[in-house]
């Protein structure tokens, strides 16, 4: 079965200092990779997703994450943080090439606090 | 071009009551997925529905809870006998006919069920 492990459950971080947030999986297919950001009282949004191709992935509003099969881990970065990113974060993934892959595993998500 | 429309956005129901939360998918979109989100706790699938169709209702509750998604009409979650357990986050996702793989998904804001 796969899951999604997001270690750390709030990261604090000063504005214009970089952030990284951690997420591990555990499947034993091929995957599809996401990062969702969710902010106050809203729904989800995508920031980026891997599904084949170029290791690193580049998404909205500066973020990009790294996909590394041989430590199955898909970390979330940003060089320079401001005060709007200050939102929940999730990871997910989902069975790609099988016929499940419409099916979201999220993580338990990571709180981005951006302090000034 | 709207996108997926949830109503209502706040729900309250006493315990005992039933809910029904609804979804208008995204305009020339025909498949709709309903996550819920428990407080501190990343979306987990509830089910998958076609026009007329259920695909996939692995995530539902066995008992009290059912979809529909009719031909014409939003889908619809239903929560009979609402307990205080229920109390959540509900968000629906829609992607087009072709599906590919998910990250066609478009999340609505939710409608966040209170049940006191």
């Known amino acids: 079965a796969q899951s999604v492990t997001q270690l750390d459950s709030q990261v604090p971080v000063f504005e214009e200092a970089p952030v990284e947030l951690r997420c591990n999986y555990s499947s034993s297919v091929s995957v599809y990779l996401f990062w969702y950001v969710q902010y106050p009282n809203q729904g989800l949004q995508l920031l980026l997703k891997?599904?084949?191709?170029?290791?690193l992935v580049k998404g909205i509003n500066g973020f990009e994450a790294e996909f590394n099969k041989s430590q199955t881990s898909f970390h979330l970065r940003k060089p320079s943080v401001h005060i709007s990113d200050t939102a929940e974060y999730f990871c997910?993934?989902?069975?790609?090439?099988?016929?499940?892959?419409?099916?979201?595993?999220f993580g338990s998500g990571t709180r981005l606090l951006v302090r000034p | 071009n709207a996108g997926v429309m949830q109503n209502p956005r706040h729900l309250v129901r006493r315990r005992g009551q039933e809910a029904r939360l609804r979804c208008s998918p995204m305009?020339?979109?025909?498949?709709v997925y309903w996550y819920r989100q428990l407080p501190e706790e990343g979306l987990k699938f509830m089910v998958y529905?076609?026009?007329?169709?259920?695909?996939?209702e692995s995530g539902m509750p066995k008992e009290r809870f059912s979809a529909e998604f009719p031909k014409e009409g939003p889908s619809i979650l239903r929560i009979q006998q609402v307990v205080r357990g229920d109390s959540a986050a509900y968000f629906c996702?829609?992607?087009?006919?072709?599906?590919?793989?998910?990250?066609?998904?478009?999340f609505g804001s939710g409608t966040r069920l209170t049940v006191v």
């Open positions: 305009k020339g979109h025909s498949h």
């Open positions: 997910a993934v989902s069975a790609g090439l099988m016929d499940s892959s419409y099916k979201l595993i």
């Open positions: 529905l076609q026009k007329e169709n259920i695909i996939d």
């Open positions: 891997y599904l084949s191709g170029s290791t």
């Open positions: 996702a829609s992607s087009p006919p072709d599906r590919g793989p998910p990250g066609g998904y478009t």
